[in-house]
């Protein structure tokens, strides 16, 4: 549940019409913002199209991208082909691969839906029925840098505004007190800021970064309490700040720098009474801690856990600095300590999400940029592979113990129920309230969406 608001605050839009200028909301209280907020101003003046299943979303990304084979498609047959190179998997990857490596991975069949589990998943395997496990995905590049941009941006380039700022931008905020969406990221993951960037959308649908390498509020957001000033200093002297701006900005009241700017001094403002509280794990009683663990990524599905009960749209995980799933050499070994250290975090966000309800309307979506090969790489690795993947999706409407799609015998290519990026791009609006095709904004005289020309929703794995 979001937390209740006990700030001051007033509609923007009305500050500018009436006084001019956007930093006289600093000083006031955030009651008023939940008031623009309930009139509308939440972003791009949607309420959504129609009812949604899920209000917030939490994104588990993989960084490098999980072997399909070795987590959520397991392929015997690779048993029998051990070491051959057929022609069906004869496919050019991003590095030259030889033959086919069977995955030393035991599999068990989890919950009453007896879906495949591995063994480095214990934990996670008690969530099965609540899970949707799509199997067939594919993407558009081998590489990083674009796969990155396509499953954060819809298109291979760092040029469009990232899902995050099209569901602020289409849905706005519960929490006025709070970015609407956060990356938690320890460290910078290839492509850096531009997987969470607004681009031509206005700056507040921008996604704030979180360095999850710092474990205290103080330290994730350095310089967010005024030491010098008291609240009622800052005020006054803030009012001043307003009178001084009026001239500015009715000369530049189309200045969409200058409207970013004003926005996120508001924010800054309104977030030393509420982010100190909502990103301070340590209120959190020490048993609970201790479930999840004390990992980086562990603190910080803690963290989204907090934060999503404080109202954030989407709170988006990267796991790790740059991108650790990529296993080009030793991949058994390293996809086991993977596993394991994602294993008791994610099952008890899920846990805890559900004994609160909150999982029924919150997305929970895991997965990377791509897969991996079924084919050896440099005797020990396992290369990038666009053309077939695994991800799975929870709560927020989704069907549980169920499996969509399938990769060919080997793992390698989609070939049943295939979803795209795009697709589940539009699923995830779908979730969410939002019809795909309507989410549009103009620039440069054409109408911008998340998924471009394409998407379709994937209907099969709807409850």
């Known amino acids: 549940m979001s937390s209740t608001n006990t700030m001051p605050s007033w509609s923007r839009r009305d500050m500018l019409q009436q ?12 009651l008023l913002a939940e008031n623009a907020i309930a009139a509308g101003d939440k972003a791009g003046g949607l309420a959504g199209h129609f009812p949604a299943k899920a209000k917030h979303i939490i994104f588990l990304f993989m960084s490098g991208g999980p072997s399909q084979i070795d987590t959520f498609d397991p ?53 099965a029925d609540e899970m949707a496990i799509i199997r067939s995905m594919h993407t558009d590049f081998p590489n990083h840098a674009p796969a990155l941009c396509m499953m954060n941006l819809g298109t291979l380039t760092p040029t469009r505004p990232s899902m ?27 492509v850096g800021p531009k997987l969470w960037g ?47 701006n009026q001239q500015h900005l009715a000369a530049n009241a189309n200045d969409m720098a200058l409207e970013t700017r004003i926005n996120s001094m508001e924010l800054a403002y309104r977030m030393q009474f509420e982010a100190m509280e909502a990103f301070d794990v340590s209120r959190e009683p020490q048993h609970v801690r201790d479930a999840y663990g004390s990992t980086e990524f562990a603190h910080s599905c803690l963290l989204a856990r907090r934060l999503t009960e404080h109202g ?3 709170v988006q995980i990267y796991y790790g600095n740059r991108q650790p799933w990529d296993t080009h050499s030793n991949h058994h070994k390293q996809n086991e300590k993977l ?3 994602i294993d008791q975090p994610i099952a008890q966000l899920l846990t805890d999400l559900k004994s609160t309800g909150m999982l029924d309307e919150t997305l929970v979506v895991w997965g990377g940029e791509f897969g991996r090969t079924p084919t ?4 020990s690795g396992r290369d990038h592979n666009p053309f077939g993947f695994s991800m799975w999706m929870a709560g927020g409407g989704i069907k549980g113990g169920t499996i969509h799609g399938a990769t060919d015998e080997f793992g390698f290519r989609a070939v049943e129920d295939k979803v795209h990026i795009h697709d589940l791009h539009a699923t995830i609006l779908h979730q969410m309230g939002i019809d795909h095709q309507q989410l549009t904004y103009n620039y440069s005289g054409r109408d911008f969406r998340l998924t471009d020309v394409h998407g379709r929703v994937v209907q099969n794995i709807l409850a």
């Open 376 to 379: 050896l790489e440099g005797g």
């Open 198 to 244: 607004n681009a031509f959308l206005p700056g507040k649908y921008q996604g704030t970064y979180i360095d999850t390498r710092q474990n205290t509020p103080e330290s994730m957001i350095p310089h967010l309490r005024n030491s010098a000033l008291s609240p009622a200093q800052q005020k006054r002297q803030l009012e001043l700040i307003t009178s001084i």
């Open 312 to 314: 954030v749209r989407m």
């Open 19 to 30: 006084v001019g200028s956007g930093f006289g909301l600093l000083g006031l209280n955030s």
């Open 75 to 127: 392929k015997p047959d690779l048993a029998k082909y051990e070491g051959q190179r057929p022609a069906m998997v004869d496919i050019r990857t991003e590095r030259k691969t030889s033959g086919l490596a069977a995955s030393p991975v035991k599999f068990k069949p989890a919950g009453e839906s007896g879906i495949p589990f591995p063994e480095f998943l214990p934990k996670l395997s008690q969530h």
């Open 164 to 190: 995050g700022s099209w569901l602020t931008y289409g849905l706005g905020t519960e929490n006025s007190n709070l970015p609407g969406y956060l990356a938690l990221c320890p460290g910078n993951p290839v």
């Open 339 to 341: 596993c394991r250290d």
